[in-house]
């Protein structure tokens, strides 16, 4: 099986990281003019992702960010990231279809509740 399958049967942290990683790759090459490497300012904004990943409090129960009640990111990180992924998101259905497909099925998923923390 190729890494790729890999990465999209393993956990539902570890095909986040790889659908964060896609998009950054394609704002990066548009914006940056890089060709298959991330310029540091991207690199930098996804190892920021994925130790935000890796921290997740809901990690395999995880929904899309954009539906989730905790923030994780700060407000500059993002910030940057919804411009990522404003670009790149709409372009992911051509590069990358399945992980788009997965991405929409998680956006189905019912939104877990963080339990409260006892006094």
Not at 15 to 31: G, N, Q
Not at 59 to 70: D, F, I, L, M
């Amino acid at each position: 099986m190729s890494d790729e399958n890999n990465k999209l049967n393993g956990s539902r942290i570890a095909r986040e990281k790889h659908t964060i990683e896609a998009m950054l790759h394609i704002y990066c090459r548009d914006h940056h003019q890089t060709q298959g490497k991330l310029c540091n300012e991207c690199h930098q904004l996804l190892k920021y992702a994925h130790r935000r990943l890796d921290t997740c409090p809901f990690q395999e129960t995880k929904p899309a960010c954009n539906q989730c009640q905790v923030h994780c990111y700060s407000t500059m990180m993002r910030d940057r990231v919804k411009s990522v992924m404003r670009y790149a998101g709409p372009r992911m259905t051509l590069r990358h279809p399945v992980l788009s497909l997965y991405h929409l099925l998680d956006k189905l998923r019912e939104v877990p509740e963080l339990g409260k923390k006892k006094p």
